[in-house]
């Protein structure tokens, strides 16, 4: 039980990382973004062919996948910026594009990270004392220090106005703001995260896969709704916080899934239905509790 | 000696726990669990009171293969087998420090997918054994050379995402040269795609050849009509698709792979540890005839070939030869 809680809490804060990209474009930005399905593998990809090719540091391959999502995403920020195509449809056209990209940066479809150093090869070794605890405490270490970088950045002259670029475009642009710079800038960092996301994660999984990315903006969204509905706040730092927090809840409810959904009769085919009854579940019952407490409180 | 090892197991009281995970449902994925599970059964392995099988699907998404692995892990199996790359992959990430068997199944190249080292010397294996699922390309090549020896050009659908149509067409491609054939590829990244990549290749090729993709098998009624339209024959190496109209299917039956791999768990089972266990690579592919497909292009099989055929196509239903 132990062990899949902290299993469920590593992969809640390696795809918290992705999550937090889709809060980037979804919530501050405004932007319906699906570059990510794409960049999401692109930081998997980027990350495992430098891995079995060059035996690069871990580390360094991580900001490698960051800076190769930053560009995809600005991509699809230029497409829409200054080609003028729709915001969902320059999502998707990148999208499509990084398939063959990926393809192109992996030479297969997958690649194995069995016989070379990840991150957690690395961590295991260095903190072994930690024993099961080693990757959680590193993953988790990694992702908060993301976390508190953007909750310092959106604080920032420049932060402010990425937000308020979805806020409330006609009032920065007044203000002598270049919105345009602005979206490009928010889809190259939120893309980033998003592939970084996905190099965490091809490291903890041993393995990238070129279909790994199918859904990555859906259980972003769902991270980010499951959270912004358990804690409703318009600090930054309570936002960001709420999405990671979300993250965890799909990844345990992934877990309760496949650990107990058989003892009530699921069949393995019905996983992706648990998963949302779960995620449905987290999403009901705040809602559920609000309404109780407030027929309470009038009677 | 494996009656014996059964009932030497069945005396010791607790199930053994074998946890069976495939990436997607699928009809050949399906029979390739089963054939496990029977293949265990036959052998004496009682579900419920000799083994307890966990059956696990990633439902066609990579990212459940790794939490799968680890709820096996939590359960305790003592066993895993893992049908599909991904799965294996992410099975032996999470058991390779463990002493828990890996047996693979459905799995086309298990040294280039980085699964083992050396699929016949076994030595440095680790945890890891299995069943390839490669299929003899050159001999299906060659079986459309025989069916007409005019043919030269032939038309692939794939799509490179899928690592083993990816190098199952590479093989096609270093095949071809030597049996006098070229190669010309269409690429069909998502099964909506298949019909355009099907038709740009009508008129330019002498027939069609379809591995096991399961992004073209699920649209393979748009390569069948390309085949019809360019009047060119089509063979496929999937014989559960022959009704769908290839005039030839050929290949391994999915379940008598999965019986293979219930063989190699056997072993295990029985005392041998996977790193004495080589790689299994399925032989004796099954020739299906589509005699109804061959009237509408007019193409007459050689005798050779329907005295071969284990299966044939005709008046709307399958017949199973029998080859006495």
């Known amino acids: 039980m132990v062990s899949i809680l902290v299993h469920a809490a590593e992969q809640g804060f390696a795809y918290g990382v992705a999550a937090l990209g889709v809060f980037i474009t979804f919530r501050v930005l405004r932007f319906p973004d699906l570059t990510v399905d794409g960049s999401f ?148 960092f939120s893309n980033g995260l998003v592939a970084l996301s996905g190099a965490l994660v091809a490291q903890y999984s041993g393995f990238a896969d070129v279909g790994m990315g199918v859904g990555t903006i859906v259980t972003g969204l769902a991270a980010v709704i499951i959270g912004g509905s358990l804690i409703r706040s318009r600090r930054i730092g309570w936002m960001t916080t709420s999405v990671l927090v979300g993250s965890l809840i799909y990844r345990v409810a992934v877990m309760f899934a496949l650990r107990y959904g058989y003892l009530v009769g699921f069949q393995a085919s019905d996983l992706k239905l648990v998963t949302s009854l779960l995620v449905i579940v987290a999403l009901v019952v705040p809602t559920l509790r609000e309404r109780l407490e407030r027929k309470v409180g009038s009677c | 000696m494996l009656l014996v090892a059964a009932v030497s197991v069945a005396g010791l009281g607790a199930p053994i726990r074998i946890g069976i995970c495939k990436i997607v449902e699928h009809p050949a994925l399906d029979a390739n669990e089963r054939g496990v599970i029977d293949a265990l059964t036959a052998a004496g392995y009682v579900e419920g009171k000799d083994v307890e099988y966990f059956l696990a699907s990633a439902q066609g998404d990579p990212n459940n293969a790794i939490p799968i692995a680890q709820d096996f892990q939590a359960k305790g199996v003592a066993l895993v087998v893992a049908i599909s790359t991904p799965m294996a992959l992410a099975a032996v990430e999470v058991f390779q420090k463990t002493d828990v068997p890996v047996v693979f199944s459905a799995v086309t190249d298990p040294v280039a997918a980085g699964l083992v080292l050396d699929d016949d010397d076994p030595s440095q294996n680790g945890i890891v054994t299995g069943v390839s699922d490669l299929i003899d390309v050159a001999g299906d090549l060659a079986l ?146 589509n005699l109804d497909a061959a009237a509408r292009i007019d193409l007459a099989f050689p005798a050779s070939l329907i005295d071969r055929a284990t299966g044939l196509f005709f008046g709307g239903f399958a017949w199973l030869k029998s080859n006495g």
């Open chain 1, 41 to 188: 593998v692109t930081g998997a990809a980027i990350a495992s062919s430098l891995l079995t090719s060059t035996g690069i540091d871990p580390f360094l391959a991580l900001a490698v996948a960051f800076g190769a999502g930053c560009v995809a995403g600005a991509v699809t920020g230029l497409l829409h910026t200054r080609l003028g195509i729709a915001d969902l449809l320059a999502g998707v056209l990148s999208m499509i594009m990084l398939y063959s990209i990926n393809l192109r940066i992996m030479g297969r479809p997958s690649i194995s990270l069995l016989r070379v150093t990840t991150l957690s090869d690395l961590v295991e070794r260095a903190l072994s004392p930690l024993g099961v605890a080693a990757i959680l405490v590193v993953l988790g270490g990694l992702t908060l220090a993301v976390k508190f970088a953007l909750d310092v950045f959106f604080r920032t002259e420049f932060g402010l106005a990425l937000r308020a670029t979805g806020d409330n475009e006609a009032m920065i642009v007044a203000q002598g703001v270049n919105t345009k710079t602005m979206k490009v800038f928010g889809l190259a």
């Open chain 2, 144 to 289: 459309l050379k025989e069916l007409s020896s005019a043919i030269g050009r032939v038309g692939m659908v794939y799509n490179p995402g899928e690592a083993n149509s990816a190098r199952l067409t590479a093989i096609a491609e270093a095949a071809a040269p030597g049996l006098g054939l070229s190669i010309v590829k269409a690429v069909a990244d998502t099964s909506a795609n298949v019909p355009a990549a099907a038709q740009s290749l009508v008129g330019r090729v002498d027939a069609f050849y379809v591995t096991t993709d399961n992004t073209v098998v699920s649209a393979i009624d748009a390569v069948v009509a390309a085949a019809e339209e360019g009047s060119v024959p089509f063979l496929m190496a999937d014989p559960t698709s022959l009704r769908f109209g290839p005039v030839v299917a050929t290949g391994f039956d999915y379940y008598k792979q999965g019986l293979l791999a219930g063989d190699i768990v056997l072993q295990i089972l029985a005392g041998k540890k996977p790193n004495e266990i080589p790689v299994t690579y399925q032989t004796g592919a099954e020739i299906h005839l």
